[in-house]
């Protein structure tokens, strides 16, 4: 390996056993990046990260349940619960019952949802674009494919869908 070939774009090494060749400490740092700008850019919507989740979900693949969002989203059915009221208070989501069984309650986004998470998605996307600053844009593109074939095989139980209802 020529010593070009040794360092990254950054000019750091590469394969010599240091933090930079560690998994963890770099989705740690990559994570940490982006945590407290994704907060920020998710900050009106009631629940924060998890109700912009929440909106995703419902508006990716309409009509789920509240035991379906929270078994879905890793949230507690009671964390859950508390969360929809939220939502459903600030006029993002309604709660409406299924068509055969009283016990369900779907949760379905509202126009107003719609306005907040388009908002803040236009917002966590700058937030990515600016992490991602780094990468071109193909570079950018390959990485959010590869984490999401990496997301999916965690929990392969769990779709992963765009909006519109498609795979992601």
């Not at 394969?15 to 990046?33: A, I, N, P, Q, T």
């Not at 989740?53 to 619960?81: H, N, Y």
């Not at 998470?117 to 071109?136: K, N, P, S, Y």
């Amino acid at each position: 390996m020529t010593t070009a070939e040794a360092h990254d774009r950054t000019g750091l090494p590469v394969g010599h056993g240091g933090l930079e060749d560690e998994l963890g400490w770099s989705l740690h740092r990559v994570y940490g990046g982006f945590r407290q700008s994704a907060a920020d850019s998710v900050a009106d919507v009631p629940g924060g990260s998890r109700g912009y989740q929440v909106l995703v979900a419902v508006d990716a693949d309409p009509p789920s349940s509240q035991l379906a969002l929270a078994q879905r989203l890793g949230i507690d059915r009671t964390a859950m619960t508390y969360l929809v009221d939220a939502l459903e208070a600030a006029g993002l989501v309604v709660r409406q019952p299924h068509a055969t069984d009283r016990r369900v309650r779907h949760v379905a986004i509202t126009p107003d949802g719609m306005q907040a998470l388009t908002r803040a998605r236009g917002a966590l996307r700058a937030t990515e674009e600016q992490l991602l600053g780094a990468l071109d844009p193909a570079e950018a593109a390959q990485l959010r494919a590869l984490l999401v074939r990496v997301a999916r095989s965690t929990d392969p139980s769990e779709p992963c869908t765009t909006p519109g209802g498609g795979p992601g």
